[in-house]
């Protein structure tokens, strides 16, 4: 599930023995704007030289980095060159990634992330650390990924693929109609 409180609140009510599994999708999203942050207050402190390094990388910082071009590559390592604490916190984001598609098992899984959390621990990087403390709060949904490895994505898609329906829907004059729209989506996909 997305990680906003509420749902987990009334799962945890209405379904208190489902085991809830954090989406990982957005345990990077969180974690990647913990690095952005980072990015923004070196680049606001940083000399002349630095900043011009820095500047143009934000979403070189986020993606992963097997997805990066020669070029994109290329800079972000010039970025990562110009300054360590970005340097490191890339790299604990890269870890961090790595330990979501490799491990397959949820008890290795906890010893790895615990491994990490000390290494931000080390950094005293503000914003890792406060990335840290959600990791703590949603600490056992997120070991729970490592068991089943699902995610929401199929239902982020059906959302958004709704939502697009609803901006094409100005005409409908009723509810009905509005449904015959979703289900022949789901006939043709």
């Known amino acids: 599930m997305d990680m906003w409180r509420p749902y987990r609140s009334v799962v945890s009510t209405y379904l208190p023995h489902a085991d809830i599994v954090a989406d990982r999708f957005h345990v990077m999203k969180q974690l990647n704007e913990q690095l952005t942050k980072a990015r923004r207050q070196i680049q606001r402190q ?8 820095l500047k143009g990388t934000r979403w070189l910082l986020v993606r992963a980095d097997h997805s990066l071009t020669a070029e994109q590559s290329q800079q972000l390592q010039v970025a990562l060159v110009a300054d360590a604490e970005l340097r490191t916190a890339y790299l604990l984001k890269e870890e961090f990634y790595l330990i979501f598609e490799r491990i397959r098992d949820q008890e290795q899984a906890r010893r790895f992330l615990m491994a990490w959390v000390v290494k931000v621990q080390q950094t005293n990087n503000r914003y890792l650390l406060a990335f840290v403390k959600m990791l703590r709060n949603w ?12 995610t929401n994505g199929f239902v982020e898609g059906m959302n958004r693929t709704i939502r697009a329906i609803i901006w094409r829907a100005y005409g409908f004059r009723n509810f009905d109609n509005f449904k015959l729209q979703i289900l022949l989506w789901l006939l043709f996909t």
């Open 46 to 53: 940083a000399d002349t030289d630095t900043k011009e390094a």
């Open 139 to 150: 600490w056992q949904q997120i070991l729970n990924y490592f068991d089943e490895r699902i």
